[in-house]
C-alpha cells in the first residue's frame, strides 16, 4: 500500500538531489558568507562559525539526552515517571551553564562591535548619500563627487535582452577606493532611508535623512566588490545597486587626479565637508 507513494517520494528526492548537483545550480548557490576582504567582515566571519559550532554543540547534546532517554526508559520496558517536584541544584545548573555560555559569545561579538563602530584615525573620509534611486559619493579629502546609478540596460530588466553576468549589480560610476587605508565613511539620505550593504566589507549601514551614520573599512585586496541598498526604500530599491573597485594607492592617486571637481567649485564643496565632518562629531559624542 505505501510502495507507490515510497517510490513517488525516493523520485521527488532523486530528482531534486540531481537538479542541485548540476553545476549551473552549485555555482549560484554558496552555502557560507562571501570571501571577506576587511578585517570587519573577517572578524565577522569567524563570529558566525564559532557561535554556529557553539550552536551545533548544544543541539547534539540536547538531542542525544533526550533521544537517549526516550529510548532507554520507555513504558514499554516498564520504566516509571520520577516524581520530586523540585531540584535547587538542578536549577542552578540549568541557568548557570547557559549564562556562561551567553557571556562566551557576547565577550568576542562585543569586541568585534567596538571596533567596527571605531571610526578615529581614519586615513580619508568620504559621504555617502542615498537617493530615490541611486547613491551620491563625495572625497571630502579629495574633492571628488559624483552620482552612481543603475548601468543595466532596461531591455535585460524587461527580459528582452539576455542578462548581463553582472546583472543588477553594475554602475555608471564606480567608487574608487585605496587599499590598505583606513576609510570613514559618513552616510546620509536625501529622501527616505536606504542603506549602504557590502558583504564583503561587513558594512550594512543605514542612510538616514537628516541624520549622519559612520562606519569605516581597510580593503585587504584589490577588486571589484559589489552590494545593494538593503532598506526598502520604493519601487526602485532593488535597482540601487553599490560597486567598489579597490586599487593600490598609486592608482587611487592618478583616480582622483583625473576626477577632481573643477577648481572654482572647490570652494563650496570642501567648506560642505568641513560642516559635514563638524556635524559628524557632534552626532558621536
Ligand atoms: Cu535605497
Redesign the pocket.
Known sequence: MFRPLGNKLLSILVGLVSVLMTNAAMAEYALNLPPPVTSTAEEILTLHNLILLICLIIFVLVFSVMFYSMFAHRKSKGAKAASFHHSTTLEIVWTVIPVLILIGMAVPSTATLVRMEDTTESDMTVKVT?Y??FWQYEYLDDDVNFYSKLSTPRAQIEGREEKGENYLLEVDREVVLPIGEKIRFLFTAAD?I??WWIPQFGIKKDAIPGYITESWVRIDEPGVYTGQ?A?L??KD?GF?PIVVRAVTQEEYAQWVAENQAPSDSTVSSANQGEELNAAASVATN
Open positions: 542615498g530615490q534611486w527616505v536606504h542603506a541598498c532598506e526604500c520604493g530599491h540601487m
